[in-house]
C-alpha cells in the first residue's frame, strides 16, 4: 500500500519560517505531480504549491514569493519551504501525491493525500 508521511508542522510567529516536509512509500511504480495543499477552519481545502516530475512549479497567488516547493525523486519525497509567514496561513497542511502503482494487470494513477500537519501562525 502506499502511504504519505508528513512532518514539520508546528507553531509560529508571524514573519517566521517552517518546513514541511513529506516522503512516499509502498510499492509505486512512479510519482508524477506532488504539492500542498491546505484547509482552513470554515474553509474549503486549496491548493498552495505544486510540482511536476519535470521540476515544473506552480502556486497560489497568496503565497508566492513566500513559498518554495521541492522534491527528491530518489528520495521520493516533496517539501515546502514557508517564510514571511502569516497568521492567514494558519490551516492543516496536506501533502497530495499522483502515483501510478502497478496492479496484476496494468499500471494504476491514483491521488494520495498525507494525514494532515498543523500549521499555526500567530499575530
Known amino acids: 500500500q502506499v502511504q504519505l508521511v508528513e512532518s514539520g508542522g508546528g507553531l509560529v510567529q508571524a514573519g517566521g519560517s517552517l518546513r514541511l516536509s513529506c516522503a512516499a512509500s509502498?510499492?509505486?511504480?512512479?510519482?508524477?505531480?506532488m504539492g500542498w495543499y491546505r484547509q482552513a477552519p470554515g474553509k474549503q481545502r486549496e491548493l498552495v504549491a505544486g510540482i511536476i516530475s519535470g521540476g515544473r512549479t506552480n502556486y497560489a497567488d497568496s503565497v508566492k514569493g513566500r513559498f518554495t516547493v521541492s522534491r527528491d525523486n530518489a528520495k521520493r519525497a516533496v517539501y515546502l519551504q514557508m517564510n514571511s509567514l502569516k497568521p492567514e496561513d494558519t490551516a492543516v497542511y496536506y501533502c497530495n501525491a499522483k502515483i501510478a502503482v502497478v496492479t496484476s494487470t496494468r499500471v494504476s494513477e491514483g491521488d494520495y493525500w498525507g494525514q494532515g500537519t498543523q500549521v499555526t501562525v500567530s499575530s
Open positions: 509502498g510499492t509505486i511504480f512512479s510519482i508524477n505531480a
